[in-house]
């Protein structure tokens, strides 16, 4: 007889966006950038964001958000992306990144996605893009992750 209870259950994408949706916990970089999950598909290694973009917070002097928060963001999607992935078991801190930018971002929505191109037992590959509320391109990231389980994350 198998010991049912020592394999954890499968989370469905639903349980998941729940499990984001409900936190109380939600890191400080994250209510910075203003992060809501959209959607989760784990099919698809990907996940459908929301920032908030705060004028008094993320602008620069020529009223745009500035590019490091940009790049915030793009890490953010990615790196839920990697958790999605992994099944809720693992996190997946950044190696590298590559950032592109298309248009400058202005204060208000701002639409994340994230994926995982392929995800390895030392290495997690990486995409992400940016869109305005008009649904044109912000910005697009590449990178590189190291898959890490919750139980050895410190």
């Given at each position: 007889m198998t010991d049912v209870?020592?394999?954890p259950e499968a989370l469905t994408d639903e349980a998941?966006?729940?499990r984001f949706l409900r936190t109380k916990n939600q890191p400080t970089g994250s209510q910075t950038l203003g992060f809501r999950m959209v959607s989760v598909s784990q099919a698809d290694k990907s996940v459908e964001v929301e920032f908030d973009a705060k004028a008094e917070l993320l602008l620069n002097p020529m009223k745009?958000?500035?590019g490091g928060y940009l790049c915030a963001m793009l890490d953010e999607a990615m790196s839920v992306a990697c958790m999605v992935a992994s099944g809720m078991t693992a996190v997946a801190p950044t190696l590298e990144m590559k950032t592109t930018f298309f248009r400058p971002g202005q204060p208000g929505k701002i639409r994340g996605v994230g994926k995982?191109?392929?995800w390895g037992r030392q290495v997690a590959f990486t995409e992400g893009e940016l869109f305005d509320p008009e649904g044109r391109t912000l910005a697009k990231a590449?990178?590189?992750a190291i898959p890490t389980p919750f139980a050895r994350y410190k």
């Open positions: 209870a020592s394999e998941i966006l729940a745009q958000i500035q995982v191109v392929k590449t990178g590189t």
